[in-house]
Nanobody, 126 residues
């Protein structure tokens, strides 16, 4: 059973930056792909970014490509989402999720992720 805890959310002005962190504990989560999803009020939970088990492969939704960067530090069991040039439409609760597939690749399908954190709120507003 993998446990995930997100942190780093908050209120930021348009154009600003935030770095989200996802701390994993439990089985060898450093062998699993990890993704970030987000959910705005009244909306579906949507894919944002994902990273494979060793950080060698990443993928992003088009709306954040070039602004967001996903990374991981397997020695610390941490995954990060650096968010730059934030826009009001980035406002959402952000969740990290683990795909329980050792040495697995990236996928944007939320059904492929078995464990989820509780989420962290990101609000972009002036």
């Amino acid at each position: 059973h993998v446990q995930l805890v997100e942190s780093g959310g908050g209120l930021v002005q348009p154009g600003g930056s935030l770095r989200l962190s996802c701390a994993a504990s439990g089985p060898p989560s450093n062998l699993f792909p990890v993704a970030w999803f987000r959910q705005a009020p009244g909306q579906e939970r949507d894919f944002v970014a994902c990273i494979n088990w060793n950080g060698g492969s990443t993928d992003y939704v088009g709306s954040v490509r070039g602004r967001f960067t996903i990374s991981r530090d397997n020695a610390k069991n941490m995954v990060y989402l650096q968010m730059n040039s934030l826009k009001s439409e980035d406002t959402a609760v952000y969740y990290c999720a683990v795909r329980v597939m050792p040495f697995g690749g990236t996928t944007a399908n939320k059904g492929d992720y078995a464990f989820w954190g509780q989420g962290t709120q990101v609000t972009v507003s002036s």
